[in-house]
């Protein structure tokens, strides 16, 4: 069955909405809990109070680097934004965009013959969107691949592999 999604306008931003909600939610949760529990347990010393404060802060500073992850595509490429990395890529290296049944989030295969796992667009609470945002960015990749229909056909961004 051809895939016969239309590339959205750009600019656009993918990333897992409900991830990062549940994510987001749950830590300022823990801190707000575990900060109260510090002040409210009389035994507590001034420096085990802080401990805890700083306890609290640490996992949601965790939970917000786990909520990080988007992909941004413009223009002139894609911006794609792991937990602790951020890669920009012209449209000319994405040679494919993949998200195969079981796999955790989409991956790019490209020009250079490597993959990019991208955690901007992951199944895992809201898979329909998923899917629905992978097939936005294949179409997107595709539109604007050397020698596609809004690409260019000379591919300026290709590397000359020797």
Request: hydrophobic share 45%.
């Amino acid at each position: 069955m051809p895939d016969t999604t239309e590339p959205p306008a750009l600019p656009v931003t993918f990333r897992p909405g409900r991830t990062r909600a549940v994510l987001l939610t749950a830590g300022a949760t823990i801190f707000v809990v575990i900060t109260t529990v510090a002040l409210l347990l009389e035994k507590l010393g001034p420096g085990e109070r802080l401990s805890f404060v700083f306890t609290a802060a640490l996992l949601f500073g965790v939970l917000v680097l786990l909520a990080r992850p988007k992909v941004v595509a413009d223009e002139s490429g894609v911006t794609v934004v792991n937990i602790a990395s951020r890669r920009r890529l012209a449209w000319a290296e994405i040679v494919q965009v993949n998200l195969r049944p079981g796999d955790p989030w989409v991956f790019l295969n490209l020009s250079d013959g490597t993959s990019l796992p991208v955690l901007g667009i992951q199944p895992g609470i809201a898979k329909q969107h998923a899917i629905s945002d992978a097939r936005a960015l294949r179409a997107l990749a595709e539109a604007r691949s050397p020698g596609g229909p809004d690409g260019p056909s000379d591919g300026p961004h290709d590397e000359h592999h020797g």
